[in-house]
């Protein structure tokens, strides 16, 4: 599910989806099933549901020659209900030169308060987010339904195996970076994919402000006991649980709470 990459694992996102009826004009059903999708997905059956979230990019958080963004991100969005995007993300002081950092990113985070390493990293989650609205742009796709963010230990972290930093502000910068840039081009809902285990691990106790719900990866194999994770009783980032991520033999599927 999670294929081996260079530097460090960018994980395929299982879903990242949100409801909230007062926040998310495209809320979904309570109780309804839905499902992720992204490039490995590609020259395959597409699954069926309630609502459906496609992966932008292929495996990396920055979209490049080298790493381009997922190439059926048009028909699996055309296929989608309710359609949202979920975008791979990570942290690594390598993210923080020319070739990743954006000189747009790097002027901006002048006005971002820390140190110059939190700002250099804020600036490496802006670079990310900007390269994922520019392919979504540069396909056609103009309003989807949310964006949602993965943030797996799997992913480059500081504080993570094969990555050459343990300052995990950095990592919470990132994510703010990501968040910030999203929200300032996008009228979309923000909700990140992570647990409990992995939220802690990359940013400890450190706050990160804009999410404005949790998607909880249960591990459950199917979603039968889904509901024992919504609400708030689950939440990591302090934003409520509003999406179960349970995975069947055919497919990764999605309870909305």
């Not at 409990?196 to 249960?218: C, F, H, K, P, R």
């Amino acid at each position: 599910m999670k294929p081996p990459i260079r530097l460090a694992v960018a994980p395929v996102l299982v879903a990242v989806v949100l409801v909230l009826g007062a926040v998310n004009a495209a809320a979904f059903t309570s109780g309804s099933s839905g499902y992720d999708i992204g490039y490995l997905q590609c020259n395959t059956a597409y699954p069926s549901g309630a609502f459906g979230i496609v992966g932008v990019d292929s495996g990396w958080p920055f979209i490049s020659s080298l790493h381009p963004g997922n190439p059926c991100l048009v028909s699996e969005y055309a296929h989608s209900p309710s359609a949202g995007l979920y975008v791979n993300t990570g942290f690594d002081p390598s993210y923080t030169d020319s070739n990743h950092t954006t000189a747009d990113c790097a002027t901006r985070s002048a006005n971002v308060a820390g140190t110059p390493g939190q700002r250099a990293a804020w600036a490496a989650g802006c670079s990310e987010a900007q390269k994922d609205l520019a392919y979504v742009a540069s396909v056609g796709i103009a309003a989807p339904s949310g964006w949602w963010l993965d943030v797996e230990t799997a992913n480059s972290w500081c504080g993570q195996s094969g990555t050459n930093c343990t300052d995990l502000s950095l990592n919470q910068q990132t994510i703010q970076g990501l968040i910030d840039t999203l929200a300032a081009n996008s009228t979309a809902p923000i909700g990140i994919y992570s647990t409990g285990y992995q939220w802690s691990s990359i940013v400890g106790t450190l706050a990160v402000s804009g999410a404005a719900a949790d998607w909880y990866a249960s591990g459950l194999r199917s979603g039968k006991h889904a509901t024992a994770y919504c609400g708030s009783g689950s939440s990591f980032s302090g934003a409520p649980v509003t999406i179960v991520q349970y995975g069947t033999s055919s497919s990764d599927r999605d309870y909305a709470c």
